[in-house]
């Protein structure tokens, strides 16, 4: 925006106290906007409010952006200002003088506000189906990619752990390995992030490997 138009906002951080030094500020608030207005402009109309998904993830970064701003770690961008006109034509103050309003958000407890993504896995295998050696095997390459994992396990069938890789190599970009299968052979992709047991409710991916 300054690359296109260097004169945008030249003067806008004078709004405010030349307005308090010629109205008499009867609500004063700070209504954030700071990291909202670069991550929602030109696509906040695209959200839906009974969206279950996104909506606590806007209503996480609402809360974030409040919280900085309350904080004063950012900068706020939007007040919203009630003015009572004067008839005194001389300046009544000299510097922004205003009052803190209470939080919009009570934004105190971030982490409570904090939204978790929720645990995603992909596996497959390359080629599949596969063309069997002599004792009916093959040796497809697996690979597999986790989100919002610290450990997983690859098992085989349910039961046999195939592959525990260290937490370092969980996650993007996507990982693989070579192991001989037979056909009819199914993969689990199990997160098992901080001894989460083997249950299908922890299962984020699953395969079936198939001759030809």
Not at 118 to 142: K, Q
Request: aromatic share 8%; proline share 8%; charged share 20%.
């Amino acid at each position: 925006m300054n690359t296109s138009d260097p004169s945008e906002s030249i003067r806008a951080s004078e709004i405010v106290p030349l307005v308090a030094s010629r109205f008499e500020v009867r609500h004063f608030r700070y209504v954030g906007g700071t990291l909202l207005l670069l991550i929602f402009n030109e696509i906040a109309g695209n959200f839906k409010e009974n969206d279950a998904e996104i909506i606590p993830w806007v209503k996480a970064l609402i809360a974030l952006d409040n919280f900085l701003i309350d904080n004063c770690v950012l900068p706020s961008y939007h007040v919203y200002m009630v003015c009572e006109k004067t008839d005194n034509p001389v300046p009544m103050q000299t510097r922004n003088v205003l009052p803190l309003a209470a939080s919009l958000f009570p934004t105190d407890d971030l982490e409570a506000l904090t939204v978790k993504p929720r645990p995603m896995g992909l596996i497959a295998a390359e080629p599949n189906p596969f063309r069997p050696d002599s004792r009916g095997m093959g040796s497809p390459t697996v690979s597999w990619m986790t989100c919002a994992t610290s450990q997983v396990e690859i098992h085989v069938n349910a039961a046999e752990v195939l592959f525990s890789p260290e937490a370092g190599l969980v996650g993007f970009p996507k990982k693989s390995a070579r192991r001989e299968f037979c056909d009819g052979t199914r993969l689990y992709l199990q997160n098992v992030s901080n001894g989460l047991p083997l249950t299908d409710e922890n299962t984020i991916g699953t395969v079936t490997l198939r001759s030809v």
